[in-house]
């Protein structure tokens, strides 16, 4: 086996207009990429969201794929991410005006009053010569957002942001560098997920979280030492692996000491 790739070198690649950035970095991957490779697009024809949806990325918008290959074992592969997000949320506080601060609705969209900015799309795939390719997708809405999604988008421009998609990309990618440095290819998970908490939307308040037509509602502990969502239920304390997060009109603030957010990695 090579050496481990240091997880922040990196080299940037701009393309005029791609499929996907996502599955042009795992075609890369394939073609024998050693990692630590950004796609980024000016813009995608056929970009990818999560649970199979359609990610709108028109020009001036920012689609970006980071490659890494074999970033941490194929288990601990998933914690990316929540490195990916954190790296966001603190790249975002560069590229947005003070008192817009965004922050990470679970498992990995960036919101700013509640209203999406950029969701992350990590995937893996286990290479013939039996590397692990991960790519962590992000799509930032910079100068346009969609309209009629089932939740509130909005973009940098909107916000008051004047940052391009080159600077937006240059920021994430030096957070991505530190944060992935941290993370110690998941050696030290713990102050991730610390970080990941106090970027959080609606810890402590009464959400519900929907797996296919499974909704589960509880209060939002935060996470567990795997990325799961805590939840309080009801019927106890139950943890969800997967979902779509919604922020319920009727949440309610819980006190600050019943809410998880430190403890082991
Ligand atoms: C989501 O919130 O559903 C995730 C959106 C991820 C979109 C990005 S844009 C760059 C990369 N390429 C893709 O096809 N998808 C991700």
Partial sequence: MPSPLDLSATRVEWLASIDSTNDEA??????????????????????????????YSPHGNLAASLLLIDPAPTNLAPQLGFVAGVALAEAARDLLPVGKPAQLKWPNDLVVGGAKLSGLLLEASQLPNGHLACVIGI??????????????????????????????????AAHMSVWLSLWQRGDDFASVRKAWTAHAAALGQRVSVFAGR????????????????????????????????????????????????????
Avoid: H
Avoid at 218 to 247: N, S, W, Y
């Fill in 214 to 265: 499974v909704q589960t509602t509880g209060i939002f502990l935060g996470i567990d030492a795997t990325g799961q969502m805590i939840l309080e239920t009801d019927v106890g304390r139950e943890t969800i692996a997967a979902g779509d997060l919604l922020l319920t009109a009727d949440s309610v603030p819980m006190p600050a000491e019943d809410q998880v957010i430190d403890g082991n990695g």
């Fill in 26 to 55: 795992m075609r890369r991957a394939r073609a024998g990429d050693p990692g630590g490779l950004w796609i980024a697009g000016w813009e995608q024809t056929k970009g990818r969201g999560r649970q199979g949806r359609v990610w």
């Fill in 139 to 172: 799509g930032l809405n910079i100068e346009a957002s969609p309209d009629g999604l089932p939740y509130a988008a909005t973009s940098l421009r909107a916000l008051g942001g004047d940052a391009s998609a080159e600077l937006a990309l240059e920021r994430i």
